[in-house]
């Protein structure tokens, strides 16, 4: 079993419905990462959050820290938000990210 | 724009020769780290440097090293290189422990 898991690992919507990416660990971490990786790879960090919400434009980010569990959802998706989407949480005591397998989002117009 | 830069961006080698792979960070950022993401999964952790040392290590063999600089620039070293080694190569950089990390596009090596 991985110590970070997300679900699904592949997901397909149309433009404009709401997702929600989830995420389970099981590592004691200090705070989660929630990144985007678009084909040719390069990575950009949406979030980094140890309790509650953070939301940036369409997207929120929420943790749980007594259940290990994060989610990533996006409002009014759009087909540009399109991408690998992966949660990574660093070991409590380092910061060496354990990343999730990913999420693949496509978004159909 | 993070703020972290790799070069080469694409890097084609054949088996058996060594590689270094670059990293430029912010200023101030005195943590980077290596990840390994080989097709179709998630990177791999390699090494973490902090102010020129390093500072743990993923599962990976001794002919992965690398080097930390005063100016916050870094470099992964591959001597050897077996054809498993294909993959992309990401540099991540933080200003400390438990802070926001950058990361850099990658620079995806072949082997051949």
């Known amino acids: 079993k991985n110590e970070v898991e997300q679900s699904p690992q592949n997901l397909t919507a149309q433009e404009g419905e709401f997702i929600t990416i989830n995420c389970s660990y099981s590592?004691?971490?200090?705070?989660l990462h929630w990144l985007q990786q678009h084909p040719g790879g390069g990575i950009v960090s949406l979030f980094m959050l140890s309790s509650g919400k953070k939301k940036h434009g369409r997207l929120i980010a929420t943790i749980n820290i007594q259940e290990k569990h994060s989610s990533l959802h996006i409002t009014a998706s759009h087909p540009r938000d399109s991408a690998v989407y992966i949660c990574?949480?660093?070991?409590?005591?380092?910061?060496?990210?354990?990343f999730g397998t990913g999420t693949r989002l496509q978004v159909f117009p | 724009e993070t703020g972290v830069t790799q070069s080469p961006t694409h890097l084609i080698k054949t088996r058996g020769q060594q590689v270094t792979l670059r990293c430029s960070s912010q200023?101030?950022?005195?943590?980077v780290s290596w990840y390994q993401q080989a097709l179709g999964q998630g990177p791999q952790f390699i090494f973490q440097?902090?102010?020129?040392?390093?500072?743990g290590r993923g599962n990976f063999p001794p002919r992965f090293s690398g080097l930390q600089f005063p100016n916050y620039s870094s470099e992964l070293n591959v001597n050897a290189l077996e054809l498993d080694d294909s993959a992309l190569y990401l540099c991540?950089?933080?200003?400390?422990?438990?802070?926001?990390?950058?990361f850099g596009q990658g620079t995806r090596l072949t082997v051949v």
């Open positions: 200023s101030g950022h005195n943590t």
């Open positions: 991540a950089s933080s200003p400390g422990q438990r802070l926001r990390t950058f």
């Open positions: 590592v004691g971490i200090s705070a």
């Open positions: 440097y902090y102010r020129e040392e390093e500072n």
């Open positions: 990574a949480a660093p070991s409590y005591n380092t910061d060496k990210l354990i």
